[in-house]
């Protein structure tokens, strides 16, 4: 069974940089799409991005787009999300989660979740 542990969160400045991981255990990591979430207090969860099996393709949401970027390394069957320049408003709990489907933005699209971890931006 695969599973999914997110690291990396903490409490950062605004403009600040921040680089989170996924570690995902199971042989089936190279064959999956991976893709971060987040939620904010009193929001629903929200797309991030998303990378493809093999790292070809990625997908920003509009509000991270330039800002964050997502990568993969598949011999160590994790998943990184690099957050640059980070603002207030990126302040959630930030879910990693494996699809069978490149490219999905739904988070109905992905069918197992870590726990999350949480960010924190002061202005």
């Known amino acids: 069974q695969v599973q999914l542990v997110e690291s990396g969160g903490g409490l950062v400045q605004a403009g600040d940089s921040l680089r989170l991981s996924c570690a995902v255990s199971g042989r089936t990591f190279s064959s999956v799409a991976m893709g971060w979430f987040r939620q904010a207090p009193g929001k629903e969860r929200e797309f991030v991005a998303t990378?493809?099996?093999?790292?070809?393709?990625?997908y920003y949401a509009e509000s991270v787009k330039g800002r964050f970027t997502i990568s993969r390394d598949n011999a160590k069957n994790t998943v990184y999300l690099q957050m640059n320049g980070v603002k207030p408003e990126d302040t959630a709990v930030y879910y990693c989660?494996?699809?069978?489907?490149?490219?999905?933005?739904?988070?109905?699209?992905?069918?197992?979740w870590g726990q999350g971890t949480q960010v924190t931006v002061s202005s």
């Open positions: 989660a494996a699809s069978r489907w490149a490219g999905a933005r739904l988070a109905q699209s992905y069918n197992t």
């Open positions: 990378i493809s099996w093999n790292g070809d393709s990625t």
